[in-house]
């Protein structure tokens, strides 16, 4: 039983343009969203949050939309740079729970 | 400011062995958690630490234990070492078990034959 999905493996998008990187959830109780980045060999690094009773934040590059009645978020990186290829993962919190529930992962390579 | 870190980075073990895996939190963090990453797959909660006692524990079996010390270190310990228990093993530190943000280490890689 998967409560946060993400359910593109891999996306490539152009140097300069918009990646968008999409994550669905079931568990209702969820209140506090998050996105981590991934290189190879290194530990998942914080990236940006959101708090359910927000529907956006914004950091620099960085936008996380939430859309709480579609239980959708999305991660919008503009422009993408070559530094960005990793893998994203997206995840959830709440309801008094301490831990994390995390998607798959999304491979995101961006072409110089 | 130190980061999370982890050791080792890297282990082999058979099946039936047991293990020890070591973090050290983020200055300033005093909750400790644990994930296992397998292969293709996203890390998975395993228990979560906070003043030396543990704090929640997610979907795993009693061999896999854990310790935390006065100076907020961790060790997780798995028993019985299975082939399935081959993965990358996350530390995660935070300031409070409340906080949402975890920040987490390079991992150690486990490799069970």
């Known amino acids: 039983d998967q409560q946060v999905k993400q359910n593109s493996p891999s996306l490539s998008v152009q140097e300069g343009r918009i990646s968008i990187l999409n994550c669905d959830y079931t568990?209702?109780?969820?209140?506090?969203f998050l996105w981590y980045k991934k290189y190879p060999a290194e530990g998942p690094t914080f990236l940006i949050s959101i708090s359910s009773i927000k529907d956006k934040n914004e950091d620099g590059r960085f936008t996380v939309f939430l859309n709480k009645s579609a239980k959708h978020l999305s991660l919008h990186i503009v422009p993408s740079q070559p530094g960005d290829s990793a893998v994203y993962f997206c995840?959830?919190?709440?309801?008094?729970?301490?831990?994390?529930?995390f998607g798959k992962g999304t491979k995101l390579s961006v072409i110089p | 400011e130190t980061g999370v870190t982890q050791s080792p980075t890297h282990l082999i073990k058979t099946r039936g062995q047991q293990v020890t895996l070591r973090c050290s939190s983020q200055s300033g963090h005093n909750t400790v958690s644990w994930y296992q990453q397998a292969l293709g797959q996203g890390p998975q909660f395993i228990f979560q630490?906070?003043?030396?006692?543990?704090?929640g524990r997610g979907n795993f079996p009693p061999r896999f234990s854990g310790l935390q010390f006065p100076n907020y270190s961790s060790e997780l310990n798995v028993n019985a070492l299975e082939l399935d228990d081959s993965a990358l093993y996350l530390c995660?530190?935070?300031?409070?078990?409340?906080?949402?943000?975890?920040?987490f280490g390079p991992g150690t890689r486990l490799l069970v034959l």
């Open positions: 995660a530190s935070s300031q409070v078990p409340s906080q949402e943000t975890q920040y």
């Open positions: 995840a959830a919190t709440g309801a008094g729970s301490y831990q994390l529930t």
């Open positions: 630490y906070y003043r030396e006692e543990e704090n």
């Open positions: 568990n209702s109780m969820f209140d506090y």
